[in-house]
């Protein structure tokens, strides 16, 4: 019989040691969870500071390029930049664009206009006439707005390259038997027109 109630204190004697252990190594897991929940809590909020610190920086340029387009315009359009302004909030959305895209390329276009039209009021009607031409263009196209408005930009800077892949085709006899031709040559031909007249037409 001592022989039986020693084996069973043995026995004890050693689950007592494993249960130590056993102890010992789940605060150690406890003491790694809390660490890599608190490190990921510091990542996290690291992590939504630089992406509020990024929507802020993105939302700043974005306003201060809104600002400089309506700059640009105003000073192109004149009085006329109020009309403008109403066409942009009213007809964007027809135009598939955010108003800031409208504003830039409003900019871009009364930009290359006002070298070569009369007349702030003709800018912001022509400017306006681009843009929707450039919407029309790109849904029969298939082209992005900003691929047709940057072709149509080339073009009034001489690249008939980028207007013709758009199906606007600058032959000389072609233009001369225009409405826009008869309307601005004022009985010339095409080689006795200015450079500017030309690309009124």
Same mark, same amino acid.
């Given at each position: 019989?001592?022989?039986?109630?020693?084996?069973? @204190?043995? /026995?004890?004697?050693?689950?007592?040691?494993?249960?130590?252990?056993?102890?010992?190594?789940?605060?150690?897991?406890?003491?790694?969870?809390?660490? +890599?929940?608190?490190?990921?809590?510091? *990542?996290?909020?690291? &992590?939504?500071?630089?992406?509020?610190?990024?929507? +802020?920086?993105?939302?700043?340029?974005?306003?201060?390029?809104?600002?400089?387009?309506?700059?640009?315009?105003?000073?192109?359009?004149?009085?006329?930049?109020?009309?403008?302004?109403?066409?942009?909030?009213?007809?964007?959305?027809?135009?598939?664009?955010?108003?800031?895209?409208?504003?830039?390329? /409003?900019? @871009?276009?009364?930009?290359? &206009?006002?070298?070569? @039209?009369?007349?702030?009021?003709? @800018?912001?009607?022509?400017?306006?006439?681009?843009?929707?031409?450039?919407?029309?263009?790109?849904?029969?196209?298939?082209?992005?707005?900003?691929?047709?408005?940057?072709? *149509?930009?080339?073009? &009034?800077?001489?690249?008939?390259?980028? *207007?013709?892949?758009?199906?606007?085709?600058?032959?000389?006899?072609?233009?001369?038997?225009?409405?826009?031709?008869?309307?601005?040559?004022?009985?010339?031909?095409?080689?006795? &027109?200015?450079?500017?007249?030309?690309?009124?037409?």
């Amino acid at each position: 019989m001592a022989q039986r109630s020693n084996f069973i @204190v043995r /026995g004890g004697a050693d689950f007592s040691q494993l249960n130590k252990a056993l102890n010992q190594t789940q605060v150690k897991i406890s003491a790694f969870q809390g660490a +890599v929940s608190k490190s990921m809590k510091l *990542i996290s909020v690291a &992590l939504s500071s630089i992406a509020v610190g990024k929507i +802020v920086k993105e939302s700043t340029q974005a306003a201060m390029a809104v600002e400089s387009a309506m700059d640009n315009i105003q000073r192109n359009m004149g009085a006329s930049a109020s009309a403008f302004t109403k066409f942009v909030d009213t007809q964007s959305k027809s135009l598939a664009m955010a108003k800031k895209d409208a504003y830039t390329y /409003g900019s @871009v276009f009364s930009n290359l &206009l006002a070298s070569f @039209v009369g007349g702030t009021e003709q @800018v912001a009607n022509e400017t306006q006439k681009l843009m929707q031409a450039a919407a029309v263009i790109a849904s029969k196209t298939g082209r992005t707005y900003e691929d047709v408005a940057n072709r *149509i930009r080339s073009g &009034l800077l001489g690249s008939t390259e980028a *207007i013709e892949d758009l199906g606007v085709y600058t032959n000389i006899s072609m233009i001369e038997s225009t409405e826009a031709f008869k309307k601005f040559a004022n009985g010339k031909s095409w080689n006795q &027109l200015t450079c500017q007249t030309q690309q009124l037409i």
